[in-house]
């Protein structure tokens, strides 16, 4: 079975810093793993896939790397702004019984001081 | 309309009502999920439909009964739910294996 845990559980830095979430599993023969992000009560925006045979993905500010040997990926934000802040989830596949499945961990809650 | 969406966005309901949730997907995928997001917990895989069929129950309690009349469609019907299933139940859909696509959620409250 898969667990997902992240760190820290909450962040909170001044508009522009840059900044690293972390995430952890136990199972790291994932073939990929997603990020997410979402605002207070709402629905989860998917911000990035990372295949296993990839190292690192990019899009915008956001990069997401992808260890399996250590079972860690990393969401590296830049020049963060206000308009960051949110819940970002990491979530690791877990194929039970011939099903996909996802194991999420508990997110990290990130505020941007303006 | 497009990607997923979800109705109704929130609802409320004692405990001996008979209610449905539904979701609704327009990015051709084949698999749609149920999870369950309370306070302070992670998000919980509830069911998984793979074409039409399905493919996990993850000891969901009986009083939720989802029904996938095809592959663009789900729904979860809610009977005698308890105060403790009040939560923020979402839907996303892929292609089999492939990145997930979430709905908005419906924000449940039981009194």
């Known amino acids: 079975k898969q667990e997902v845990t992240q760190i820290p559980a909450a962040l909170s830095v001044p508009e522009g810093e840059n900044l690293v979430l972390n995430c952890s599993f136990t199972d790291s023969a994932i073939y990929n793993l997603q990020w997410f992000r979402q605002d207070p009560g709402k629905g989860l925006t998917s911000l990035l896939l990372i295949q296993s045979s990839q190292r690192e993905q990019t899009s915008g500010r956001l990069n997401a790397s992808l260890d399996k040997s250590s079972g860690r990926s990393t969401l590296y934000i830049a020049a963060s702004q206000p308009g960051d802040s949110a819940t970002y989830l990491c979530a690791a596949p877990y194929s039970g019984a011939g099903s996909y499945q996802l194991t999420f961990g508990k997110g990290t809650k990130l505020s941007v001081i303006p | 309309e497009t990607g997923v969406t979800q109705t109704p966005r929130h609802l409320v309901m004692g405990m001996t009502n008979k209610k449905s949730l539904k979701c609704e997907q327009h990015?051709?995928?084949?698999?749609m999920y149920w999870y369950k997001q309370s306070a302070k917990k992670p998000l919980e895989l509830m069911f998984v439909y793979n074409f039409k069929e399905q493919t996990e129950n993850n000891s969901v309690p009986s009083r939720f009964s989802p029904e996938c009349p095809n592959s663009s469609h789900l729904f979860l019907h809610l009977h005698t739910l308890q105060p403790e299933d009040s939560a923020l139940y979402l839907c996303a859909s892929s292609q089999t294996d492939r990145e997930q696509f979430f709905g908005p959620g419906t924000r449940l409250t039981v009194l």
């Open positions: 990015l051709g995928h084949n698999a």
